[in-house]
């Protein structure tokens, strides 16, 4: 069973950062590849970042794009993300995601996700 649990969000000032940290436990944590969705309230669900099971791919969502930066360590069992220039519109639940093999944007390609993290960003 794999279990993923986010930590590191809360409330934040325009222009500050964040890191997100999503903790995976699971022996085979280092062969999956590793996203970052977030949702709004009354909105869909957006991607936000992804990377391979070794961390030389990576891809961003264009809304985050330049302002953050996926990492992951997989001797730690741990994906992070790394929110800079935050904008009120970043405001939602995070969600990590882990799938069998690098599925970048496709959420349907994730198999397990965690129970999310609020970020919420005043003006």
């Known amino acids: 069973q794999v279990q993923l649990v986010e930590s590191g969000g809360g409330l934040v000032q325009a222009g500050g950062s964040l890191r997100l940290s999503c903790a995976v436990s699971?022996?085979?944590?280092?062969?999956?590849?590793m996203g970052w969705f977030r949702q709004a309230p009354g909105k869909e669900r957006e991607f936000v970042a992804a990377i391979n099971w070794s961390g030389s791919n990576t891809y961003y969502g264009d809304s985050v794009k330049g302002r953050s930066t996926i990492s992951r360590d997989n001797r730690k069992n741990t994906v992070y993300l790394q929110m800079n220039s935050l904008k009120p519109e970043d405001t939602a639940v995070y969600y990590c995601?882990?799938?069998?093999?690098?599925?970048?944007?496709?959420?349907?390609?994730?198999?397990?996700w965690g129970q999310g993290s609020q970020v919420t960003v005043s003006s």
């Open positions: 995601a882990a799938a069998p093999t690098y599925s970048g944007n496709d959420y349907q390609g994730y198999d397990y």
């Open positions: 699971g022996r085979t944590f280092r062969t999956y590849g």
